[in-house]
């Protein structure tokens, strides 16, 4: 579950930095070195360094997907809960990736994710990742509780 914004409005200075906080004191995101980067109303940008923990190729170097999913799943999360019509809580009821291709050795992979719906109960949120390329390494679509 991840949680921070009051809802009921646009996300101001302390709600940003609740989210903030509880982002980044979440134990699995400080092991995979997650750092939320911005924040807004809706949206959140976050990065995953690589470092060799997260290979999933020691042949290639390449960053596990599971890596990647995790840091897709993370910055839906931070985004809807900066989104201003959301509550406290939020979960992930469904998260669908595709893959598009691997990430390059030694880049860091940066994702953006942005709320696009919010109803009574769920809120439907798009992502993408990439890393110094243009080309996507995957995209995200999600639907998250909204209390």
Known sequence: MYGANNGGGQMGKDGAEQVRQFFSNLPYAQTLRLDLQELGAGWAVMVLPYHEDLIGDPATGVVHAGAVSALLDTTCGAAV???????????????RIDYMR?????????????VIRVTRSIAFVRAETHDDG??????????FTVT
């Open 81 to 95: 809960a900066s989104h201003p019509d959301t509550g406290a809580v939020t979960a992930t009821l469904d998260l």
């Open 102 to 114: 691997a990430a390059v050795p030694g880049q860091t992979l940066r994702a953006r994710a942005e």
């Open 134 to 143: 243009d080309d996507p390494i995957a995209t995200a679509t999600g639907a």
